[in-house]
């Protein structure tokens, strides 16, 4: 028996990196998992392995940007497998490394769009999808340390991710008395491809990396997914509002 059999998740930024851990983890234990990104081949690749492992996914092409991409992604979440518990809004873009004077206008634009407005959305369609059966859930939204402290070069994904962490305050408060628990994760880096293709090949961008981390090592994607279940499943169900680093001390110091 899985925690989470008969339940319903759903992730957004599920073709690669923590979105795909979390979709293989739900699977894990046992919910069925509406896997969602712009990256359909990666996208499938997730189901793929989900299947393989003997889980239940399906895979749904969304742009969190866009309202009526994420309402179609809810629908069909529920279409396919009758309802929604949980849902992990994920779904990222890197920085430019480019200083707010000379950030293009639109690339801001972008960034908010994807990470600040995408969870907004998101929000806003998933919990009264939760609420309708009554039995209650969950929504953990990636935010990140760089939610908690500035990062120099990524001032929308900074801007983005601390403002994930005052809307999921917000809407925890709104719902956490009707029983949807709402939480965000503030991960350090992990092993993922937004990572990969920001280090390169450098062995000395990784040690520099790595150093930003007392744990001494940077995080391989399921760790971090471990949170977000971890924030969906009964042993949290006095935990709300919160924005959990789970980052390797990089926070602490
Ligand atoms: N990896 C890290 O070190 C790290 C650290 C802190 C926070 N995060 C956050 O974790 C989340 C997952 O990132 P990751 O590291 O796994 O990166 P990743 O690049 O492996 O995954 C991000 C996914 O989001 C998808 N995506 C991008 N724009 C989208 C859109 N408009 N609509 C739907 N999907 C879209 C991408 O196609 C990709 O599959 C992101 O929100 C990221 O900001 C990552």
């Known amino acids: 028996m899985g925690m989470f059999d008969g339940k319903v998740a759903l992730v957004t930024g599920a073709a690669s990196g923590i979105g795909r851990a979390s979709v293989q983890l739900f699977a894990e234990h046992g919910a069925a998992v509406m896997a969602s990104d712009v990256n359909d081949a990666g996208g499938a690749e997730t189901v793929r392995l989900v299947r393989e492992a003997g889980g239940t996914a399906e895979y ?3 742009d969190v940007a866009k309202s009526a991409d994420v309402r179609g992604m809810v629908d069909a979440t529920v279409a396919a497998f009758g309802r929604l518990d949980f849902a992990h809004n994920n779904a990222g873009i890197p920085g430019l ?3 707010i004077p000379d950030y293009p206008e639109e690339e801001w634009d972008r960034g908010i769009g994807v990470m600040l407005t995408g969870v907004f959305l998101g929000m806003k369609y ?6 309708e059966h009554g039995d209650g859930g969950a929504i953990v939204n990636t935010s990140s340390g760089a939610g908690l402290i500035g990062f120099p070069g990524m001032c929308p994904y900074v801007a983005a991710k601390h403002g994930v962490i005052g809307l999921t305050k917000t809407a ?3 719902f956490g008395a009707q029983g949807v628990r709402i939480n965000s994760i503030c991960p350090g880096t992990a092993r993922t491809g937004m990572v990969d293709e920001w ?5 000395e961008n990784l040690a520099q990396v790595v150093a930003l981390h007392p744990i001494g090592r940077i995080a ?3 760790e971090i997914a471990e ?11 006095f935990v709300m509002g919160i924005a959990l680093p789970v980052e390797g001390g990089y926070t602490a110091q």
């Open 199 to 203: 280090l390169g090949d450098s062995a």
């Open 220 to 222: 391989a994607p399921r």
């Open 172 to 174: 925890a408060l709104e």
């Open 60 to 62: 749904v092409h969304a």
């Open 126 to 131: 998933q919990i009264p999808r939760i609420l």
């Open 97 to 99: 490394g480019l200083t």
């Open 227 to 237: 949170a977000a279940i971890w924030l969906c499943s009964p042993a949290s169900s």
